[in-house]
């Protein structure tokens, strides 16, 4: 077995550093921005406040800079050594954490969202390509190493800023994640690549830097772990996801509402901080 495998079978994670030049992905960096965000967001939900798009997605099936990183060989490869098997890509994004207001992804492991698709196991990993540098200061990745020996933990759903339905493990898990196996952030130079498993428990915060933190994800399956009756189960979890978003929408809008209802029909204040007597005349 090799160090490389040794190390991700302990940790759940490898870093490859320079797995790409800092010139390749700089070019496919430089395209991506230099695009009009309108021509690449497919919707609404791939955007953010500030962020016009702030999700670049299924970018290994298109003919573009982006889409070169994404498919190359390298990364495959690397996995397959990694894993010990075959592996194949199924998804892909670019993720572009915005300077100054780039959105928070809460600690969660991928598998959640995907065990319910077909997939009979987590021998599953996904690559993490850096297109600018990455670490603490610009919200890089926090994880929590050895966290995907413990399989898949309890997750609580909640909606996202953008209103998807999403998952995220709650706070009495992550202490005792942070006690059994403490915590690493991940500090990376453009061109250098993270394989993480799976399971491993990862997230990172808001980026209220002045620095960009922009990444391209690359989603793999080893070829043992064939998933079956994936259109079934596939679209099963995709209703399950789009009943909660919409049973919350449905709160929301009845809330707010009633609130503009109530102010509509009355000189009083209703919500928010009352007017202090000094500015009442």
């Known amino acids: 077995m090799s160090v490389e495998r040794k190390r991700f079978e302990e940790a759940g994670f490898v870093l490859r550093k320079s797995l790409f030049t800092e010139a390749e992905v700089a070019s496919a960096r430089d395209w991506l921005v230099s695009q009009e965000p309108s021509k690449l967001v497919k919707t609404w939900t791939e955007s953010e406040p500030g962020v016009p798009l702030a999700i670049y997605s299924v970018v290994h099936e298109v003919e573009n800079p982006v889409g070169k990183v994404a ?97 995220m493990i709650p706070p009495r898990i992550l202490d005792e994640l942070n006690r059994s196996y403490g915590m690493e952030v991940i500090e990376a130079q453009p061109g250098d690549a993270l394989f993480f498993h799976t399971s491993l428990v990862h997230g990172s915060s808001h980026n209220i830097s002045p620095r960009r933190r922009m990444i391209c994800l690359v989603q793999m399956n080893t070829t043992s772990n064939q998933p079956t009756e994936v259109p079934v189960a596939a679209k099963s979890f995709n209703l399950r996801r789009a009943e909660l978003e919409v049973a919350e929408a449905r709160r929301r809008l009845s809330y707010f509402e009633d609130k503009l209802f109530k102010q509509q029909r009355t000189t009083e204040i209703t919500f928010g901080a009352p007017i202090p007597k000094e500015e009442r005349y």
């Open 71 to 167: 498919i190359d060989r390298r990364i495959t490869r690397a996995a397959s050594e990694i894993m010990g098997e075959d592996t194949y890509i199924w998804s892909s994004k670019v993720n572009m954490k915005a300077a100054w207001c780039g959105a928070v992804e809460y600690y969660h492991q991928d598998f959640v969202y995907w065990k319910d698709r077909g997939y009979p196991t987590d021998r599953m990993l996904s690559c993490m390509v850096f297109f600018d540098p990455h670490g603490l200061s610009n919200a890089g990745l926090h994880l929590f190493p050895g966290s995907h020996k413990q399989g898949l933990l309890d997750h609580e759903p909640f909606i996202n800023l953008n209103g998807l339905s999403k998952w």
